[in-house]
C-alpha cells in the first residue's frame, strides 16, 4: 500500500477534495463517488460524508493508498 504525506496550510480540508488534491481521484466526481459509495476509510473506519472535515493528524485510505495529513 501507497503512503502519502499531505500538508496543507488551512484548518482542514474536505474528503472528496483531498482525494482529488493527493491524486487519488481524477476528478471531482470520482471523489465524489467513491465517498459516497463508501470506497474511503478516514482515520480506519468507512466515511460517506464527502464534505467530513479532514484536519492533520487524519488519514484517508482510498485505492490502495494512504494519505496522511499533516
Known sequence: MKKTEI???TEFI???????FAGAAMTGGEA???VQ???VLFNGEVCTMR???VRP????????MVIAVK
Do not use: H, P, R
Open 7 to 9: 500538508s496543507i496550510t
Open 32 to 34: 465524489k463517488e467513491a
Open 14 to 20: 474536505k474528503l472528496d477534495s483531498l482525494l482529488k
Open 51 to 53: 464534505g467530513k472535515k
Open 37 to 39: 459509495n463508501g470506497e
Open 57 to 64: 493528524g487524519d488519514e484517508v485510505e482510498y485505492a490502495g
